[in-house]
Nanobody
Framework: QVQLVESGGGLVQAGGSLRLSCVPS????????MGWYRQAPGKQRELVAR???????NYADSVKGRFTISRDNAKSPMYLQMNSLKPEDTAVYYC??????????WGQGTQVTVSS
């Protein structure tokens, strides 16, 4: 089992920045992939960015060049640095982890609100 706790959400003006954190606990050494997803009201949950155990990253086109996902090692938290925020980035952001057995885990979510 893996537990995930997010923090760092809040209210920010357009053009501002936030950094989200996700702290994993439990059986963390089997985690192979971690990522951030978001869900806006009335929309489906979508991938924002993800990072493999080896450090390979990929991003949704809508956040490329503005967001940066990072994680130093298997024991470290995962971060999402969000710059140049736009009102359309407003959503609940969820941390996700997947282990080598393709079992997935979710955090409780953290609200990000960007005002225009």
């Amino acid at each position: 089992q893996v537990q995930l706790v997010e923090s760092g959400g809040g209210l920010v003006q357009a053009g501002g920045s936030l950094r989200l954190s996700c702290v994993p606990s439990g059986n963390i050494f089997n985690i192979n992939l971690m990522g951030w997803y978001r869900q806006a009201p009335g929309k489906q949950r979508e991938l924002v960015a993800r990072i493999t155990r080896g450090g390979t990253t990929n991003y949704a086109d809508s956040v490329k060049g503005r967001f940066t996902i990072s994680r130093d090692n298997a024991k470290s938290p995962m971060y999402l640095q969000m710059n140049s925020l736009k009102p359309e980035d407003t959503a609940v952001y969820y941390c996700n982890a997947e282990n080598y057995f393709r079992e997935g885990y979710w955090g409780q979510g953290t609200q990000v609100t960007v005002s225009s």
